[in-house]
């Protein structure tokens, strides 16, 4: 495995520059200057699953110390329940849903070219970009694929894999940089985006322009194989004594016994962690501290190590069994609209502004990255589409930023389809979910999307219930009647804007 000081070591060798925070780096700081924006995006990575965020045994000290010198968000959320989806919102400001993203992009899904990306504008408006890590919006690694890659959708520069590194994170095979392959890289999928990342960052011919660095790692997505030694650090007796006070949304866990597996999540936890230090260091080698807002978040919620159709025997996928991230109090996992499907940890740094160890209760959801970020940067919204985030900087300031309502839906999948609700909507602490009714064996996916309508509903207090185990549809009527009505006019807006993808022929 490489050690942080080993990795620091290597970089330095290649000529990048780290040093401890705070040393005069190779830039002077621009105070004055539109900010830089680095966001980093993890993979899966449960809302309980850092010591910040109350978890009793993963150690995250540098997540932590990013936490302690910004601001903490404890009802902070992913736009989708699903990778693709969260990360088409993320770039567009859009629900997912409206630019296409019913699920996961494949057979045909994909961002298409004429959705306008936070990166493009910010591009557009003399930014440098780049993007490193898991794109999972289009496919750029088959022969002859049309699909638009980071490049078309306004990264300068971009080295990415169209998907998780499923053959293992260690030496991963499938990156491609500017459209071209890269064969096997040395190294974890964390530690090799961050290079590259800080290896752009020291080589952009001209330093002073501001940039926009994204980073999206496979970590802690499935497979989980950290090295060794992250791995052993959690074998212990009191290990195993935590883990039992852990909660994993309600859903069940596998008969079979897979505690024994915990630490391979646990330090696969550890070892993004460390993989962020060495991303801080690099940044703030440069002295500009009060110039780049730092954003951290996940896609989604923790995967279940469950196999959802267990029942009917239809799919089996033994990686999960050690997935052990857990979405603290709330109800539900990766999936599943519930609260713990898409409130995920969001962490934000940007020194001189944002007052450092300082929680927000603000809601706040995966479109709001580009209105924020284009307010910043003195750019103009788009105007031709409609937009559903809203700028987070009220909240940087240490202000309410909004109540309501928010939606997000479960992932559109002929294997998913009938197991969880099938859109959620918060408004202040209240939940609403909802669902479609029964699809039509011989219908299509797309058709009844398009056609169909909400018919049940179940709601929820999430101040007195974060576990959603108190239907209170019954005993608040005049609620439960305004948002349900809410909930149907917002239904059937992203039924008319949405596209209906022919290739997904689905049923």
């Not at 990013?66 to 992913?78: E, K, N, P, V, Y």
């Not at 479109?367 to 105007?383: H, I, N, Q, R, S």
Request: hydrophobic share 35%; proline share 8%.
């Amino acid at each position: 495995m490489i050690h942080r000081r080993t990795f620091l070591q290597q970089l330095a060798a290649a000529g990048i520059l780290v040093t401890v925070p705070g040393a005069i780096g190779c830039r002077s700081a621009r105070a004055a200057d539109r900010p830089n924006f680095v966001v980093f995006l993890a993979d899966d990575l449960g809302y309980g699953d850092l010591a910040s965020y109350g978890n009793p045994i993963i150690e995250t000290p540098h997540l932590d110390r990013l936490a302690s010198q910004g601001m903490r968000f404890t009802d902070f959320h992913s736009a989708g329940t699903v990778c693709s989806p969260s990360r088409a919102s993320l770039l567009t400001g859009r629900n997912p849903y409206r630019s296409g993203f019913y699920y996961i992009a494949g057979s045909g899904m994909h961002l298409q070219r004429d959705e306008v990306t936070v990166a493009t504008l910010l591009r557009d408006a003399g930014y440098d970009t780049c993007f490193v890590g898991k794109w999972h919006l289009s496919r750029f690694d088959q022969a002859n694929s049309s699909q638009p890659t980071p490049g078309d959708h306004g990264f300068d520069h971009w080295f990415a894999t169209a998907v998780n590194a499923f053959e293992g994170p260690e030496n991963p095979t499938t990156f491609f940089r500017n459209g071209e392959r890269v064969g096997e890289v040395q190294g974890w999928y964390c530690d090799v985006i961050v290079e590259e990342a800080l290896t752009w960052l020291k080589n952009r011919p001209d330093p002073e322009k501001p940039y926009f660095l994204y980073l999206c790692s496979h970590e802690p997505h499935t497979p989980v194989e950290p090295p060794e030694s992250f791995a052993a650090a959690y074998y212990s007796p009191r290990v195993d004594s935590l883990e039992a006070t852990l909660q994993y949304g309600g859903v069940d866990r596998p008969e079979h016994d897979i505690r024994p597996l915990k630490r391979y999540y646990y330090g696969t936890v550890t070892q993004l962690d460390e993989a962020i230090g060495t991303l801080m260091a690099g940044l703030d080698a440069y002295d500009d501290e009060e110039n780049t807002l730092v954003m951290f978040t996940s896609d989604n919620g923790p995967e279940s190590p469950v196999n959802l159709l267990e029942s009917r025997g239809e799919w089996e996928d033994p990686s999960r069994d050690r997935s052990h991230g857990t979405p603290g109090p709330w109800r539900g996992m990766k999936r599943f609209p519930y609260e713990g499907g898409h409130r995920v940890p969001g962490i934000v740094r940007w020194t001189g502004r944002v007052q450092p160890g300082s929680v927000n209760e603000s809601l706040i959801n995966g479109t709001d990255f580009l209105p924020t970020m284009l307010e910043l940067a003195g750019v103009a919204l788009p105007t031709d589409r409609a937009l559903d985030g809203v700028s987070m900087l009220p909240a940087f300031e240490g202000q309410t930023l909004r109540r309501g309502p928010v939606y997000w839906f479960f992932p559109a999948h002929e294997d998913t389809y009938y197991l969880m609700p099938h859109m959620a909507m918060r408004d202040g602490n209240w939940t609403l979910l909802a669902w479609l009714p029964e699809k039509d064996p011989d219908q299509l996916i797309m058709d009844w999307l398009k056609t169909s309508e909400l018919e049940r509903f179940a709601l929820y207090d999430l101040e007195s219930d974060p576990g959603q185990t108190n239907d209170l549809s019954s005993s608040q009527p005049d609620r439960l009647a305004a948002m349900s009505e809410q909930m149907r006019t917002f239904w059937k807006e992203i039924q008319e804007d949405s596209p209906y993808w022919e290739s997904w022929k689905m049923k």
